[in-house]
């Protein structure tokens, strides 16, 4: 047994780059972008899982944007108090769930699918609330975050010098802090202002990651021959700042913009566990984990849930970041399946085959 | 190359003035330290006020009071240096002095324990890229990277403490247990070997069945409850450690290596008494250096002996080997002090606590009882602190490793005919933690930042919880005082990083030539 040992697992007569030529062929690089990447079965998965849970948990409770906005299908919501269900709970506590996937005759959501806190609040609204709450503070620090670090990024890596010179020391500066400190200084201070108003804080210091990356992607591309080509055509700076530098540099921020995001949910959830982001009465998926942390012996559910689902969306949104980084990396090997090989194999065989013939 | 540090020092300091600048005057505004007090009925109030206005010097706008705290640093060249008191009048200084070395005890093992093992998982999948063990160790990463830590240690203090305590208190595995157990380790060493299909089965088989077979000894002999290894098994255990190291770090080949290593366990196997008596009529910190020093020159020297040419990478395996040994010697010891440990007062058969830093009911002056109550302190945070780090160091050493396998350098060292454990220990695997190195060292400043969660929910005493009293309670100079250290050791980190860097490189110059 050698541990170290490599099986080769290459049929004989097709070299890999057969398959690799084929698939670039007569492609536009979005399209092979595209293809790699619904081809990432771990991706596609997690947008799928993600969107679901996108509209599932913004419909029951609904959403409400300046007036407009509809009630969703959930009969309860986040702040009425129901009576305790104490039938068929275990240890004689009230508010036990009644979601029950087994087939029978209690299958189905229930009436309390997540069961209830302690003060008989419908968990199942608390959770939907609090995972609204996330996903929001998510896609806001990404956007806030993203803009942010693509813009000083593109300005400083295209510009250079004293303006580089500038604008990279004062992402030093939010670099050394970290973020956990100056996210709880930000929302110990403007947690009660809403939770919008905390994730656009917390989105102007997350950025700095970002930003040196797409520096780094613009000191190398603006030497590239095709921008010195739309220099001497006349191009403005804006023009091959965002038309010809941003496109070819689109990988690595949206990357970095997922990474952001699957950061922010666990930043939020760390802050508002410390009691320094999403304060009472509103509602977070980190705040009720530290809420109900110590009840987990006698109100377990209180617990479980609010944890999956942070976790199902976190997860969902790195594997989505991974598949995006494979799909953008020009170096990268996509797996060939035996199956594939195999055909190909078939393929060349019969091709010699014919030109023999 | 000392005008390079200079040079890069001064702009360290110029950034940690930037970031400090930043950080006072934001959390001077955001909030009002006398808040309390203002709204406060009590007759003392004013003059508490007054009081607090005078020592914090309230009445200096904030940019000038950034700049007399700035004064306080600045006297560490004149020898007074301070970093300005607490709301209560109490230096901060004393504050973080107690606080540094709790945090760093908390974050130094699981550093150490998830570099190693990431690192090891990680070179594994990538070897075995795109196999079942790659696919299972890529979703658990990923896993572990989604997982937020408060959520993590609730379930450890339930699971791994709680329950596992009551488990000893009769120490008998039940048989679901035992075939969960086995069919888990089944399946790990089968993906992690790997081969064809009958190969799969055969150390499926043969690990779930000496796995069952193991634990069932375990649970009849009653080990949980009184563990220990004993000579005998701790010689075993060494034999396996000489050839697992001598497998990694030299191939069987090389005679001497494997002599040398299997020498450290015989040895071992001599001293065992005698060491035994040490540990036991002169415990303490300065006795175990000293006998660690001794088997590192015992070490180095039974490889010289064994060795005639190429003796570095026969001295690197005794090392290793003799280091593992005596790491055992360790763990044996703390297994014989166990049984007297949880039958105090202060622990009452239930070992592994939930909460806090220390034990202080424990009878003072047993130097192996303190170290075995610190071990088990260490237990839950070190777990779930390596559960949460681990993930990045496998997601990044498979990366790296892949990388460059694919490196011309590599085709080349496969062409002159290598083994294949040479291309990937000594080509391959020392590329790959030159970029590791530098995401070590400044991860490890960052974990002081994530500590901050960790401490809260174990109630340590540290960083992390004078983080929490300084934002609770609006005390700016104790705030700054936890930023000033965790960002000097950032931002110290990132320099030995640099450094680092180029000492591992010859490729990277930090000097340029003239």
């Known amino acids: 047994m050698n541990f170290f040992k490599r099986t080769p697992k290459v049929l004989p007569g097709v070299a890999d780059s057969d398959i690799f030529n084929k698939e670039t062929e007569g492609l536009s690089q979005s399209q092979i972008v595209r293809g790699r990447f619904i081809r990432h079965r771990g991706a596609m998965i997690s947008i799928f899982v993600l969107l679901s849970i996108i509209i599932f948990v913004f419909s029951a409770l609904g959403i409400k944007i300046l007036g407009f906005g509809y009630g969703g299908w959930w009969k309860y919501n986040s702040i009425e108090m129901t009576p305790l269900r104490s039938d068929g709970c275990p240890g004689g506590l009230g508010g036990c769930p009644t979601l029950d996937l087994l087939p029978g005759k209690n299958f189905g959501l229930g009436d309390h699918p997540f069961g209830q806190d302690d003060i008989g609040r419908d968990y199942f609204a608390l959770v939907m609330r609090g995972a609204q709450r996330s996903l929001l503070v998510m896609f806001v620090i990404g956007i806030v975050a993203g803009l942010i670090g693509t813009v000083i990024g593109a300005v400083s890596g295209y510009f250079r010098g004293w303006i580089d010179a500038v604008l990279m020391r004062f992402n030093d500066f939010i670099i050394t802090i970290p973020t956990i400190i100056i996210g709880s200084v930000i929302g110990f201070h403007f947690g009660n202002k809403g939770v919008l108003f905390l994730a656009v804080f917390l989105g102007l210091f997350t950025w700095s990651g970002l930003a040196r990356l797409v520096r780094g992607e613009f000191l190398t591309l603006r030497e590239r021959e095709f921008v010195d080509a739309a220099r001497v055509a006349g191009a403005s700076n804006r023009r091959i700042i965002f038309k010809h530098i941003l496109p070819n540099a689109v990988g690595v921020i949206i990357v970095s913009i997922t990474l952001i995001m699957s950061g922010a949910i666990l930043l939020e959830s760390a802050l508002s566990y410390l009691g320094f982001g999403v304060v009472s009465p509103d509602v977070s998926l980190g705040l009720l984990i530290s809420q109900y942390q110590d009840s987990f012996t006698t109100r377990p559910w209180l617990f479980w849930y609010p944890g999956l689902f942070i976790i199902v969306i976190s997860l969902c949104v790195n594997f989505i970041g991974d598949g995006l980084r494979d799909a953008f990396d020009p170096r990268q090997r996509r797996r060939i399946s035996r199956k594939e090989r195999s055909k190909n194999h078939d393929l060349t065989t019969a091709a010699k085959a014919g030109e023999i013939n | 190359m000392f005008a390079y540090i ?149 379930l450890l203090k339930e699971y791994l403490a709680i329950n596992f305590n009551n488990f000893l208190a009769n120490g008998k595995i039940s048989p679901a247990w035992i075939f969960s157990a086995a069919i888990i380790s089944g399946f790990f060493w089968a993906a992690l070997i790997s ?206 490793l892949l990388e460059v396998l694919n490196q011309d350098y590599i085709r080349t060292a496969r062409a002159k005919g290598l083994t294949e454990r040479t291309v990937i220990m000594r080509h391959a695997f020392r590329n790959t933690l030159i970029p590791l190195t530098t995401i070590i060292v400044v991860d490890f400043a960052s974990i002081i930042g994530g500590a901050i969660i960790t401490e809260h929910v174990f109630g340590w005493q540290g960083m992390g919880t004078l983080f929490n009293t300084a934002i609770n309670n609006y005390d700016l100079n104790l705030l700054m005082g936890v930023f000033f250290v965790t960002s000097s050791l950032a931002v110290l980190a990132n320099l030995a990083a640099d450094l680092l860097y180029s000492a591992l490189d010859p490729r990277i110059r930090v000097v340029g030539k003239k």
Request: hydrophobic share 50%; aromatic share 12%.
């Open chain 2, 195 to 400: 081969g064809d299909r009958k190969k799969v089965q055969i150390i499926f088989a043969i690990a779930a069945f000496s796995t069952a077979v193991f634990l069932s000894l375990l649970s009849v002999t009653k080990w949980f409850t009184h563990p220990g290894l004993g000579p005998l098994m701790m010689f075993v255990l060494g034999m396996g450690f000489a050839f697992a190291v001598t497998y990694t770090s030299t191939g069987f080949n090389n005679k001497a290596a494997l002599r040398s290593a299997q020498a450290m366990p015989i040895l071992g196997l001599i001293f065992y008494f005698p060491v035994e008596y040490i540990f036991s009529k002169h415990p303490g910190a300065t006795p175990i250096a000293l006998m660690f020093l001794l088997t590192i020159i015992v070490a180095v020297s039974t490889a010289l002996f064994f060795s005639k040419i190429d003796r570095g990478p026969v001295i690197r395996t005794s090392v290793i080997t003799s280091v593992l040994v005596g790491i055992l010697f360790l763990i044996d010891k703390l297994m014989k002090t166990w049984v007297p440990y949880i039958n105090t007062d202060a622990i009452h058969f239930r070992p592994i606590p939930t909460i806090s830093q220390s034990n202080s009911l424990l009878p003072a002056g047993n130097f192996w009882f303190t170290f075995l109550d610190t071990v088990t302190h260490l237990v839950l945070p070190t777990v779930a602190l390596t559960l949460i780090s681990f993930a990045g160091y496998v997601r990044y050493s498979r990366g790296t």
């Open chain 2, 6 to 154: 200079g040079r890069r020092i001064a702009i360290l300091l110029v950034i940690l003035f930037g970031s400090s600048f930043l950080l006072y005057n934001l959390a001077a505004i955001s909030g009002d330290p006398l808040e309390g007090l203002r709204g406060s009925t009590d007759p003392k109030a004013k003059a508490q006020i007054a009081a607090l206005v005078r020592t914090l010097h309230l009445n200096v706008p904030p940019p000038a009071r950034y700049f007399m705290w700035l004064k306080g640093i600045g006297g560490i060249f004149t020898g007074h240096f301070t970093l300005g008191t607490t709301r209560d009048g109490n230096p901060v200084s004393t504050y973080l002095n107690s606080a540094i070395p709790t945090t760093i005890r908390l974050i130094t093992m699981a550093t150490v324990v998830a570099i190693i093992m990431g690192i090891a998982v990680g070179i594994i999948s990538a070897l075995r890229q795109y196999s079942r063990f790659d696919y299972a160790m890529t979703f658990v990463a990923f896993l572990m990277y989604s997982l937020p830590i408060f959520w993590v240690a609730v």
